[in-house]
């Protein structure tokens, strides 16, 4: 029997997999109070923004897919707000800059994830909003453990916020300290806020979903929306090295709604695998798993070995190339074109036997791919980021995790099914706006101040975001959800463990617990958007003569520590049997699923 650093779940009754336990364990006391698995996801993902705050935030967004029992087709589920309507290329080349700031009130995106919650809790959840609030509001107001790692991040900005952010200061360095490890921490201004959204449903009534539209309505157009108006008229020191004011307006909290769309889905290997829309980096593991098919070598698909690590990788730097030139909120991306299986023989005719160093994007329908200017050969930046605000707090090119994103996956015995990756809004992300006792995003470094371009800025428009949620499908009900944090890595990590999952058939523990790597050949998706050609960085349990073969292969092999890279999460459904499953990642020794 092969180890595993904890069992894979099993039961009939619900599962919950995320990236911190206290949200696990919250969502499966909504699942134990007779909620279902989306009442449960709300809840897990409120909690989230109280005991993860560096890695995610009420200001930030969340995409999700979802399957219900009643409706078992995936249905993707946008929390991502778009640039607000101040948000022109013009304005930043008016300001100096060839590139959005990583952080600070100018980077931020119309915030999308409290709407995305609360438009699940109204159309497919059972409880109500004082109901799913409860376990949030209560670590917000009377405090929780604090991981160590939000003290660390704190540690790290702590000048920034002392001479530049001082409502953050006010916050996070009571005493004048960043918090212990283990200290109980309270955030009562952000319990107020949400115990307003839940008393202004309460004031509309006994109607559960007149309450939850009450309290989407206090978002957008009442209290919380009046107070970032006010507060992101004032200019605050951003990743620039200069002050600046931020662009999102009440008008845009008013205009905003989340939004439920279909899926972008490839059938494979009897499976149907689901990811979010071009707008998102989702769509590329479904060209990296068409590519590895196209290659028709079953040692393509043993994430173990060379041979498959090799075309793995190789097949990933193809997508990611792809996602820089065609990728974007765009209705002109040749999406059925990237996805095809002629396309795939393409793409798989230009792995060979060496590792590529080059950005190569192809020509799908026979267009010319367009580049954006900052990664064509020789303009890109290779220096890594070093002011801790800037970029998505993943994973550092040393395998040094700074932090990531979240991720919940819930399951009932319903055959209701979520899997929902929160991020954005993380503390050191833009200052705390001291009425709400949250700071906003900076979602908008993942657009480019170029014209012409399928991620070009304009307002109105999403970000590429790089959240990356997973659902999979088997005879039209849903079988696997799941998911990580780690901004550009996370469908890299998320294709070896469907490869061991699905094609292997490894348990879910096994499968993720099983050696990561990832490839950093790839334009960055933030701030300063930096590549590393040929760089490929695994976790240093792989074997001695693996890693060798990939050096021979020519890839620029990193070492990182063994249990350093991924946060996935993951639940299953039998639909013959009902039989529910759960795996969580011990990385990082927070990530825990419960379930019975």
Not at 176 to 192: D, I, M
Not at 487 to 495: A, R
Request: glycine share 12%; charged share 20%; net charge negative.
């Amino acid at each position: 029997m092969t180890f595993t650093t904890r069992p894979t779940l099993q039961g009939t009754f619900g599962m919950v997999s995320s990236t911190h336990w206290l949200a696990s364990q919250a969502a499966m006391g909504i699942l134990e109070r007779g909620g279902n698995a989306f009442d449960a996801a709300v809840t897990a993902g409120f909690v989230l923004h109280v005991v993860e705050p560096h890695l995610n935030g009420p200001g930030g967004e969340v995409p999700a897919i979802v399957a219900t029992a009643q409706d078992p087709a995936p249905k993707v589920l946008c929390g991502q707000g778009p640039a607000p309507a101040g948000a022109t290329i013009a304005h930043f080349r008016s300001l100096g800059m060839d590139l959005i700031p990583g952080a600070g009130p100018l980077a931020a995106a119309v915030p999308g994830a409290v709407d995305a919650w609360l438009l699940l809790l109204r159309d497919h959840g059972t409880l109500t909003l004082d109901a799913v609030l409860e376990p949030a509001i209560g670590y917000a107001a009377a405090g929780h453990p604090l991981i160590g790692r939000v003290g660390d991040t704190v540690a790290a900005v702590r000048s920034l916020f002392e001479e530049h952010w001082p409502t953050s200061a006010a916050l996070w360095l009571r005493n004048g300290k960043p918090p212990a490890a283990g200290e109980l921490f309270a955030n009562p201004v952000y319990a107020r806020t949400l115990r307003r959204l839940v008393e202004a449903g309460q004031a509309a009534g006994a109607d559960r979903e007149g309450q939850i539209e009450a309290a989407r309505r206090a978002w957008s157009t009442g209290f919380v929306a009046d107070a970032i108006d006010r507060f992101s008229r004032q200019p605050f020191q951003d990743s620039s090295g200069r002050p600046h004011a931020g662009l999102v307006t009440g008008a845009d909290l008013a205009a905003y709604s989340a939004t439920w769309e279909d899926p972008v889905t490839l059938d494979w290997h009897g499976y149907s695998v689901a990811k979010t829309g071009f707008w998102g980096q989702g769509p590329l593991l479904l060209q990296a798993l068409s590519t590895l098919d196209a290659l028709d070598d079953p040692t393509a698909y043993d994430p173990g070995t060379p041979v498959g690590v090799h075309a793995q990788v190789e097949a990933l730097k193809l997508a990611f190339a792809d996602r820089e030139a065609w990728y974007g909120d765009d209705a002109d991306v040749p999406a059925k074109a990237l996805l095809s299986r002629e396309y795939a023989r393409e793409r798989a005719a230009l792995i060979g036997a060496h590792a590529s160093a080059e950005l190569r994007p192809g020509r799908p329908d026979g267009v010319e791919p367009r580049l954006p200017a900052h990664v064509r050969p020789g303009t890109g930046r290779r220096t890594d980021p070093t002011d801790p605000t800037t970029g998505e707090p993943t994973v550092q090119s040393n395998g040094v995790t700074r932090g990531d994103t979240c991720h919940v996956d819930v399951v009932d015995r319903w055959g209701n099914m979520i899997s929902a990756t929160p991020s954005g809004g993380w503390l050191q992300s833009s200052p705390t706006i001291p009425e709400l006792g949250f700071p906003l995003g900076s979602r908008l470094q993942m657009f480019w101040l170029e014209e012409g371009l399928a991620s070009s800025l304009a307002p109105g428009r999403r970000p590429r975001t790089t959240l990356s949620p997973t659902m999979v499908h088997r005879d039209g009900e849903p079988v696997l959800a799941c998911g990580t944090p780690g901004g550009d890595q996370q469908d890299q990590w998320q294709l070896p463990f469907l490869l061991r999952h699905l094609v292997a058939g490894q348990p879910l523990q096994e499968a993720i617990d099983a050696p990561a790597w990832h490839t950093l050949s790839l334009p960055g998706s933030f701030y300063p958007r930096a590549m590393e050609p040929g760089v490929l960085v695994v976790e240093d349990r792989l074997d001695d003569d693996v890693l060798a073969a990939l050096r021979a292969y020519g890839h620029d092999v990193r070492l990182s520590d063994a249990w350093s890279l991924g946060r996935l999460c993951a639940v299953t459904r039998d639909p013959e049997t009902g039989v529910l499953a759960a795996g969580a990642n011990p990385r990082g020794m927070q990530g825990y699923a419960c379930g019975r």
